[in-house]
């Protein structure tokens, strides 16, 4: 499959989404998309309901989402349109899917938003 093909399958599903803490957040849509890619579901091994459960899982696994992104899938690598990605907000560090011109990402309260690339902190 494509990551076009992954991605437009996993975005349709969180279209509406509410971005709500282990059924709807970021992390759950790149880990989405990453199975639908890859054939693997890393996020099966979190359970998690709200922002302290999901801050928990991140601190136990490298201390950021960079970490503990690194502990899943390895080191990270240069920057490819279809990655699964990192990328800085004002209030932390989110998780989506580097499409080259953009980042697409489940943003709490508002679903899936599309934020700009140069905010791109790691790649995988």
């Not at 509406?16 to 282990?22: I, L, M, P, T």
């Not at 302290?52 to 950021?64: E, K, L, Q, T, W």
């Not at 932390?92 to 011109?101: C, E, L, W």
Request: glycine residues 12%; aromatic residues 14%.
């Amino acid at each position: 499959m494509s990551w076009q093909d992954a991605f437009k399958k996993v975005a349709r599903e969180y279209l509406n989404a509410d971005g709500e803490w282990g059924e709807s957040d970021c992390c759950q849509f790149i880990s989405d998309y990453w199975r639908e890619l890859h054939g693997h579901d890393y996020a099966s091994r979190f359970d998690y309901h709200s922002q302290m459960g999901a801050f928990r899982i991140i601190a136990d696994h490298g201390g950021d989402l960079d970490g503990l992104l690194a502990h899943l899938l390895g080191d990270p690598q240069p920057p490819y349109t279809g990655a699964v990605c990192t990328f800085d907000l004002p209030e932390g560090t989110g998780a989506g899917v580097y499409a080259g011109y953009c980042i697409w990402a489940i943003m709490p309260e508002h679903g899936l938003v599309r934020f700009p690339p140069n905010l791109l902190r790691a790649a995988w």
